[in-house]
């Protein structure tokens, strides 16, 4: 399968995405000496220090671009850099067993060393160019995106999924919706534990059309499983339906303010 794009044009801004094949378990071209690894997703995410997700997107992006050359992006291999690969967020017996099981698979010793196997990322996004960051009190007026408007284009695309050797799930996904107004992103990590915790990373950015920087907020909630008593199979599968029975742990809203010549 080849790299699929799609693109809206909004203001000065472009916004793409990008969505590509799974990546393979080792570099296709690594017997070619003529073949530059910096360019290649495979070498690219080899260099973690830690077995990668089973369902690693490496191409699949969104890009939003301002036409004075900063952007706005969110893609796998940034996320998964921000990954623990020193020790476990948190432990749970059965980890070892499946993570034994893993190391006859994929990258041996690797897998000898402690790192975070539920992949919970703090990645809210990779910044281009010259946007700086502050914190905030503003936040994003989730009433004012509730509003009936023309949507100019929609998108969501996975960066990564794992299944955590049939012990739950672990995935990030990103979707950007484009308004006149303005455009909003939504990227979600929802990590699954059985018997043990669910878990939502949310990161919301809104831009509004004309303003010179965009509110970001980044959202942290959890709970354990035994405090969500009756839920069926599929309901512990669905972030959507958990996130309001989820505990808040952390908010931190950020505004990023575009260079001045924006
Ligand atoms: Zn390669």
């Known amino acids: 399968m080849d790299s699929q794009q799609k693109k809206c044009e909004l203001g000065p801004w ?40 089973e369902m690693v997107f490496g191409e699949n992006c969104l890009r939003i671009a301002h036409q004075a050359g900063f952007a706005l992006e969110f893609r796998a291999l940034d996320a998964l850099k921000l990954v623990d690969d020193k020790k476990e967020w948190m432990h749970v017996p059965v980890a070892d067993q499946w993570q034994k099981e893993r190391q006859g698979v994929t990258g041996v010793d690797k897998c000898s060393n402690p790192y975070d196997w539920t992949y919970s990322t703090p990645y809210r996004g990779s910044l281009v160019g010259d946007v700086t960051v502050s914190t905030t009190e503003e936040r ?9 408007e023309k949507i100019l284009f929609f998108d969501e695309i996975l960066l990564f999924e794992d299944e955590l050797g049939d012990n739950g799930g672990a995935q990030l996904e990103v979707k950007v919706r484009c308004m006149p107004s303005g455009f909003f992103v939504l990227q979600r990590f929802f990590l699954r534990v059985d018997g043990s915790i669910v878990r939502l990373h949310d990161t919301r950015l809104y831009h509004g059309a004309g303003t010179d920087y965009a509110i970001r907020e980044y959202l942290v909630k959890e709970k354990k499983i035994s405090e969500l008593p009756g839920l069926e199979a599929h309901e512990l599968r669905d972030p959507d339906f958990l996130s309001g029975k989820m505990k808040e742990v952390e908010l931190v809203c ?4 575009f260079p001045s010549a924006s």
């Open 140 to 148: 994003i007026n989730l009433d004012k995106l509730r509003e009936r």
């Open 14 to 53: 472009n916004v793409s995405t990008t969505q590509g094949p799974i990546l393979k378990s080792s570099c296709p071209l690594q017997e070619n000496s003529t073949h530059e690894g910096d360019k290649c997703a495979e070498c690219c995410f080899a260099k973690l220090n830690y077995p990668l997700p």
């Open 254 to 257: 950020e505004r990023l303010q």
